[in-house]
C-alpha cells in the first residue's frame, strides 16, 4: 500500500510541476507549435523532475500490483487527483473550496479503508484467454484514439476520457499477468504486448480528449475507465480477496476513494494560475503528465 501510495504521490506532483514548464515555455514564445513547446519545456528542470517523479512512480506501481489487489492499487492511483488538487494549491496559488478539500480528506480516509481491508494479491494465474482480451482491449483503446478527431462532439471528451481509462486499465491487469521477465517468456507473453499497446493507446486517448473535450468529462471517465473494470477483473479471474470479514470495508473503501476522485476531476489537467506571470497551457501525463 505504500508503494502504491507513493505511486499517487509521484504522478500527482508530476502533474503540477510539468503543468509548470509547459506554461513557462508557452509563455516564452518562440513559435514551433506544440512540438515548439515541448522541446523548450525539456530544457526546465520542472519538466524533467516531472518525468523523473512519472517513472518512479511506474515502478512503485508495478511493485504494488505484484503484492496488492487490483482493486486497491487503482484506487490509490486514482487518488493522485488528491495530490495534484494540494500540490496545485501551494505551487499554482489555485484556490480550492470547501467541497474540494473535503473531497481530499475522504479520499484519504477511503483510502486509510482499503489499507485495513486490502488482503494480498489473487492466487490465480490469468488463462491465456485473458491475456488475448487484454490485448485486445489495448487495440480498441488504440482504434478509439486514432478516430478521436473524428468522433461527434458531443461526448468526444467521455469516449476518449474513457478508453484512456480503459487502456491504463489493461495495463494494471498485463503487469500481474506476466509472471516472469525473462527475455524469452516476455515476448511469448501476449500480456507484454497488452501492457505496451495500452499504455500507448491511452496516452493517444488522454490527449486527443484534453484537446478535444472538457477536462473534467475527459478525467471523471478516465477514473471510471482505470478503476471499475481492473478491480472487477481483478476480482473474478485473479481471485483478488479483501481480509476475512472485510469485504464490506473495502467495498465502501473503494467507492468512497473513486467517488471523492470524480470530485476533483477538474484536476486532471492541473487548473490555471492566479498568479499572472504564468501563461496557461497544461499537461497531465508524460508529454501529457501523469503516469506512463
Known amino acids: 500500500m505504500l508503494c502504491a501510495l507513493g505511486a499517487a504521490v509521484c504522478f500527482g506532483a508530476a502533474t503540477v510541476l510539468q503543468a509548470m514548464a509547459a506554461r513557462t515555455a508557452s509563455a516564452q514564445g518562440g513559435g514551433g507549435g506544440e512540438a515548439g513547446v515541448l522541446l523548450r519545456a525539456l530544457r526546465q528542470w520542472r519538466y524533467l523532475a516531472g518525468l523523473g517523479l512519472d517513472g518512479l512512480g511506474f515502478v512503485l506501481q508495478v511493485l504494488a500490483l505484484r503484492s496488492l489487489?487490483?482493486?486497491?492499487?487503482?484506487?490509490?492511483?486514482?487518488?493522485?487527483?488528491?495530490?495534484?488538487?494540494?500540490?496545485?494549491?501551494?505551487?499554482?496559488?489555485?484556490?480550492?473550496?470547501?467541497?474540494?478539500?473535503g473531497a481530499v480528506a475522504v479520499v484519504c480516509a477511503g483510502l486509510a479503508m482499503?489499507?485495513?481491508?486490502?488482503?494480498?494479491?489473487?492466487?490465480?494465474?490469468?488463462?491465456?484467454?485473458?491475456?488475448?482480451?487484454?490485448?485486445?482491449?489495448?487495440?480498441?483503446?488504440?482504434?478509439?484514439?486514432?478516430?478521436?478527431?473524428?468522433?461527434?462532439?458531443?461526448?468526444?471528451?467521455?469516449?476518449?476520457?474513457?478508453?484512456?481509462?480503459?487502456?491504463?486499465?489493461?495495463?494494471?491487469?498485463?503487469?500481474?499477468?506476466?509472471?516472469?521477465?525473462?527475455?524469452?517468456?516476455?515476448?511469448?507473453?501476449?500480456?507484454?504486448?497488452?501492457?505496451l499497446l495500452g499504455g500507448g493507446a491511452a496516452f493517444l486517448a488522454l490527449t486527443s480528449a484534453l484537446q478535444r473535450g472538457s477536462v473534467t468529462v475527459a478525467t471523471a471517465a478516465l477514473v471510471i475507465g482505470e478503476t471499475v473494470g481492473p478491480a472487477l477483473v481483478g476480482v473474478v479471474w485473479l481471485g483478488d480477496r479483501t481480509r476475512e470479514g472485510l469485504a464490506w470495508l473495502a467495498v465502501l473503501g473503494f467507492l468512497v476513494s473513486v467517488a471523492s476522485a470524480l470530485a476533483l476531476a477538474r484536476f486532471g489537467e492541473a487548473p490555471p494560475p492566479q498568479d499572472p506571470g504564468i501563461s496557461p497551457g497544461a499537461s497531465r501525463r508524460p508529454g501529457e503528465g501523469h503516469r506512463p
Open 114 to 195: 482499503l489499507g485495513l481491508a486490502s488482503g494480498t494479491e489473487g492466487d490465480k494465474e490469468g488463462s491465456d484467454a485473458l491475456k488475448f482480451a487484454m490485448l485486445g482491449v489495448a487495440l480498441a483503446v488504440l482504434c478509439v484514439g486514432l478516430a478521436g478527431g473524428r468522433l461527434p462532439e458531443r461526448g468526444r471528451g467521455l469516449v476518449l476520457g474513457l478508453a484512456a481509462g480503459f487502456g491504463f486499465g489493461v495495463v494494471e491487469v498485463s503487469v500481474r499477468l506476466i509472471d516472469s521477465v525473462s527475455p524469452g517468456h516476455l515476448l511469448s507473453n501476449p500480456a507484454t504486448y497488452a501492457l
Open 69 to 101: 489487489p487490483i482493486y486497491a492499487v487503482s484506487a490509490a492511483l486514482a487518488s493522485s487527483l488528491a495530490v495534484t488538487a494540494v500540490v496545485a494549491a501551494r505551487l499554482l496559488r489555485v484556490r480550492l473550496s470547501r467541497a474540494e478539500w
